[in-house]
């Protein structure tokens, strides 16, 4: 993946055809599911806006990128608790820093 701190976007096109530019938010690998994934936020959000985070598998190339063809839909439960839980480390994490 590329610097932190380099804002990274992907373009996600939803069941009508219309497209939507996000933020990475962050990507993480789980050793217990062996997967990687990756969060999503809808560019130019505020700070202090209210949005709902897109969150998926995905399978990046050897760059560490990867495009809406590598984004797979979360179905499991338990591995939406996983990543749920992680999110909500960094957001309290996140807050610690301001």
């Keep these: 993946m590329a610097n932190q701190n380099e804002i990274?976007?992907?373009t996600l096109v939803d069941e009508n055809g219309d497209e939507?530019?996000?933020e990475i938010l962050f990507t993480f690998h789980s050793d217990?599911?062996?997967k990687d994934y990756i969060?999503?936020?809808p560019?130019?959000?505020?700070?202090d806006e209210e949005v709902d985070?897109?969150?998926y598998i995905f399978n990046?190339?050897?760059?560490?990128?990867?495009?809406e063809e590598d984004l797979i839909q979360i179905e499991d439960d338990k591995e939406w608790d996983m990543v749920e839980e992680v999110l909500n480390t960094f957001?309290?994490?996140?807050?610690?820093?301001?």
């Design 8 to 10: 990274q976007n992907i």
């Design 20 to 22: 939507t530019l996000y």
């Design 32 to 34: 217990e599911y062996s």
């Design 39 to 41: 969060l999503l936020i």
């Design 43 to 47: 560019e130019g959000v505020e700070d």
């Design 53 to 55: 985070i897109q969150a």
């Design 60 to 67: 990046p190339d050897e760059n560490g990128e990867a495009t």
């Design 91 to 98: 957001l309290d994490d996140d807050n610690n820093f301001e």
